[in-house]
């Protein structure tokens, strides 16, 4: 069949058979299975073999250990790995005082505890104030200590430094240790750490200091040693400071010549 329209040129048609369109079919569907390949259940297109579900993952890691998913422990929140022997630990380690108390608590107990070294007897005191339960002191007192935050023979030695300052005497500062619920033992063995002649100067120092506004009274000899024996110097630092003044003030000394 021919045509002169047009350019004058003849085109010629092709008749189509039936054996050509079954070819055309198959190359359509070779390219469509290039571009779209098809993927099995269970498998990745590239990487090869998947678990479909976090069920699947954990029987596959199940099987290869020769425990079956069942066995298999469940983590949670909060929830500690098990130890060598497949069990998980009863009590979890504690740390700091959270077990205890509630975390505003706890930040205010740190500010108590940092302002200086407490005494067990205070941080009782504290907690009362704050309404914690007494029956809970123990428990929380016994953890201060073992965290380092209270201390019975440091806050001894601290304040036998400050009360030296002040000119107290041993006495006087045990019985203080002693109200606010230290040890006799730890109290003594801190008192023992300062010499006696330490005591003694410091003696001699207070009493130097009171002599100068009674130093005209006739009885400033016996007052001045019931003041001594008051801030809690023992008999040996007054009879020591006594003499040191009579060496010191011989004028006010021999108006007490029979003493």
């Known amino acids: 069949m021919s045509d002169n329209s047009g350019n004058g040129k003849s085109r010629h048609l092709r008749l189509i058979k039936p054996e050509d369109i079954s070819e055309l079919a198959s190359r359509d569907s070779e390219a469509e299975a290039e571009a779209f390949p098809t993927v099995e259940p269970g498998l990745h297109p590239k990487n090869g073999p998947v678990s479909t579900s976090g069920q699947d993952s954990e029987s596959a ?33 504690q740390e700091g005082l959270s077990d205890l108390l509630t ?26 104030k704050k309404g914690i339960l007494k029956s809970w002191h123990d428990s929380i007192l016994e953890r201060l200590m073992e965290m380092d935050l209270l201390n019975e023979e440091r806050f001894c030695m601290n304040r036998i430094e400050h009360r030296l300052g002040s000119g107290q005497g041993p006495r006087r500062i045990q019985q203080e240790l002693a109200s606010l619920g230290i ?46 024996n008051y801030r809690g110097f023992e008999s040996v630092h007054i009879e020591w400071a006594m003499n040191a003044l009579k060496e010191k003030f011989p004028h006010w000394a021999s108006r007490f010549s029979s003493v």
């Open 61 to 93: 890691r199940a099987g290869e250990s020769g425990v079956s998913a069942s066995q298999v422990p469940v983590m949670g929140p909060g929830m500690e790995p098990a130890n060598e022997d497949g069990q998980q630990d009863s009590e979890p380690d």
């Open 103 to 128: 975390q505003s608590d706890e930040r205010a107990l740190a500010r108590y505890l940092a302002i200086r070294e407490r005494a067990p007897v205070e941080v009782r005191q504290y907690l009362s």
């Open 183 to 228: 040890e006799r033992d730890i109290a003594r063995d801190c008192l023992d750490t300062v010499e006696r002649h330490q005591w003694e100067e410091i003696c001699l120092e207070v009493a130097s200091k009171k002599l100068e506004g009674w130093m005209d009274r006739e009885d400033s000899y016996w007052k001045l040693m019931q003041f001594l």
